[in-house]
């Protein structure tokens, strides 16, 4: 066993992070904007089978690592007019307008900035990520007082953070969740399923059966969204100067 929590290093001629928890599987995933690979094992898994894990996946890490690079860039495109972004999972087209305040609106299928003249694009990107993060915490919000009764835990405090690799956490000890705002640019759907998710932490800490079986009982097609949310991965930190580190 390697007793280091985190190490990176070569495996088959690709640069692997490797990642140890107190989990039961091993995870690989592929990470924008350059298709970093990070393998999550268990802490007692040895450095010879995590290296011949991923050597038997070597050619589908390949082919994601050319697909992440391929398919990130149009995903976090230089905010201008004409440009297509995600929210709540439909696409708008954004529209910049002069204008003595800021201010964000949608029109139809369009997405309309308002801004003062000669206006950065830092104060675009920040009114998006203002603009989103009030979107998801009015949809979380309405998730966590639907599913607080069923669940048998009142949340204290929703948290709303950019993250690079989470799609949420929790502190049962706190009675805390926390999503990360790149939810905004997805469907509702899976808005709802990460945040039930979360919330189910405060009854059950791990991922074990008694976390599955309570979570059958409130989404029984979660498996169906947790396999979807799996393909996707965060791109909103990619805005920002300074991201927040996050784990998975």
Request: some cysteine; aromatic content about 6%.
């Amino acid at each position: 066993m390697d007793g280091k929590k985190e190490r990176l290093c070569q495996i088959g001629g690709v640069s692997v992070q490797i990642r140890r928890k107190p989990i039961k599987n091993l995870y690989i995933r592929i990470l924008p904007p350059n298709g970093h690979v990070v393998v999550t094992a268990p802490e007692a898994v040895t450095f010879g089978h995590i290296e011949a894990f991923v050597k038997k996946r070597l050619s589908w890490i390949r082919r994601q690592k050319r697909h992440v690079e391929r398919s990130v860039v149009p995903l976090i495109p230089r905010l201008e007019n004409g440009r297509t972004l995600e929210y709540l999972g439909r696409s708008y087209t954004l529209m910049i307008r002069l204008s003595r305040q800021a201010s964000i609106s949608s029109e139809g299928s369009r997405l309309i900035f308002l801004v003062p003249e000669e206006c950065e694009e830092g104060l675009l990107v920040s009114m998006l990520l203002e603009w989103y993060a009030l979107g998801l915490r009015k949809v979380a919000s309405a998730v966590i007082e639907r599913y607080e009764s069923r669940i048998g835990k009142r949340v204290r405090r929703l948290r709303i953070r950019v993250m690079k690799s989470r799609w949420g956490s929790c502190s049962a000890s706190r009675a805390a969740i926390t999503l990360n705002l790149d939810l905004a640019r997805l469907r509702k759907e899976l808005i709802e399923y990460v945040t039930v998710h979360e919330m189910a932490h405060l009854v059950r800490a791990n991922h074990g059966s008694g976390f599955k079986a309570l979570m059958d009982g409130l989404i029984p097609g979660w498996r169906l969204l947790d396999r979807e949310l799996g393909g996707l991965s965060p791109v909103l930190c990619y805005l920002q100067k300074q991201p927040e580190k996050a784990r998975r």
